[in-house]
């Protein structure tokens, strides 16, 4: 779950664990990440990743397989707001962070 320490992302994690999921927790706030870590013990694994920086994702998926073995759902939650439509963007646009 990208975004997962707060909001849409955060709502998602505990409707995941509420439905008996692990999750890997993903997310730039790494104190927010350990909070919701000693609420919910190992049925998360926490990962400090800034989405934002190309570097950071391109170890994305190698942590998660790292961590938890496998990746069953990916929920891409985390983003930034712009002010075009996707469809309408260059692909320059579209390729910044994850």
Known sequence: M???AAGIGLASTEAML???SRVVMVDRNEAA???LCNKH????IPLVIDLLDPKDCD???PRVLEKAGQ???LHANAGAPTSAATWSMPTLGLS???
């Open 41 to 44: 013990g190992v049925a998360v």
């Open 2 to 4: 990208t975004g997962a």
């Open 33 to 35: 990440l350990q909070a």
């Open 96 to 98: 910044t962070g994850c």
């Open 59 to 61: 170890t994305l998926l």
């Open 18 to 20: 509420a439905a008996g």
């Open 71 to 73: 990746l069953d759902i």
